[in-house]
């Protein structure tokens, strides 16, 4: 498991226009591209061996069903290890968040959220997350995230 506290966090929006194509017929809605990330800035205090690395986490909303929908992984996440595109990153890391919960998120970690908590599966890099959570503060926190509940 690894704990990262978070030290800062920002919520950017980018739109833009999606290319035209002669060949499919969009609407209006269709041609606007808009894509919003929670990214987290943070340093790892858990496990001990990778303690004070720094970690940027990025937070997708989307749909529940796009999280699970035709994907055969059974993840909410990847961790990576040592990104080669950011030499002072220790890791990184991408986390679906579901969309609706998005509210809720933003006031959290504008007020309370210090932590966060992610469960990973040994193996090949990216680590797959398979459970992902925010607290208030470090308690004692235990090794199966469904214990938790």
Known sequence: MFVVE????????HVGVRPRSDSVERSLE???LCVETIAIDGVVLEPDEH?????DLRLYPLPRE???GDREERDVG???KDPEERKDLGFCANLFLPADTLQSAIFC???IWRRIHMWVDDGVEPLSVS???FTADVHVISSDPIDEA
Do not use: E, N, Q
């Open 51 to 55: 303690r004070s690395k720094i970690m």
């Open 66 to 68: 796009v999280i699970f």
């Open 78 to 80: 990847s961790l990576y």
């Open 109 to 111: 970690l504008g007020s």
């Open 131 to 133: 459970h992902f959570g």
């Open 30 to 32: 269709d041609d606007l």
């Open 6 to 13: 978070i030290r800062s966090w920002d919520w950017p929006l």
